[in-house]
């Protein structure tokens, strides 16, 4: 069902907005087991071995370093565009691999990285500031949602 492919591009463009690199990592893994396929599309590159390493290296440099007390805010001017990036990129796979249009998928999924970048900020400072939670604690909690959200938008596929 289209509508159904609709919110899975924003929803994976959401963990983009959590963790930029762990959306694209779980979409060249899903690619690569062919959950989702991207042969034959301009995004085949992700089916590949060394974009599943490059991705997966990234994707686990951006865990340790979002731990990191100097790391900015997800909501600075980079680090956006990196989400938005990426969740159009993912959006864009989730698509081309349904076979639907791809430019509501970039779209959609660009619009979930601003969401979940913005959605996921809020939360974590509100969580430490106000609930007096270690920053430390609430972000391995958003580590752990972000890959089993990311696992779950794809396994809707």
């Not at 060394?50 to 001017?77: H, M, N």
């Not at 349904?98 to 969580?127: C, D, E, Q």
Request: proline share 4%; glycine share 12%; charged share 10%.
């Amino acid at each position: 069902m289209y509508s159904s492919l609709l919110l899975l591009c924003f929803l994976i463009g959401c963990v983009a907005g959590l963790r930029s690199m762990m959306a694209p990592a779980i979409i060249c893994a899903t690619a690569y087991v062919q959950w989702i396929h991207l042969e034959k599309t301009p995004l085949a590159f992700l089916d590949t071995i060394a974009a599943l390493s490059i991705f997966t290296l990234f994707a686990i440099g951006e865990l340790i370093v979002d731990k990191l007390p100097k790391t900015p805010a997800r909501t600075a001017p980079v680090g956006l565009i990196a989400r938005i990036i990426t969740g159009g990129l993912c959006g864009a796979a989730l698509a081309m691999s349904a076979g639907k249009g791809v430019p509501v998928g970039i779209l959609l999924g660009s619009l979930g990285g601003i969401t979940g970048a913005f959605v996921g900020y809020n939360v974590r400072h509100g969580l430490v500031t106000h609930m007096n939670l270690p920053d430390f604690v609430v972000a391995v909690v958003e580590d752990l949602l972000a890959i089993s959200g990311g696992l779950f938008v794809v396994s809707k596929m």
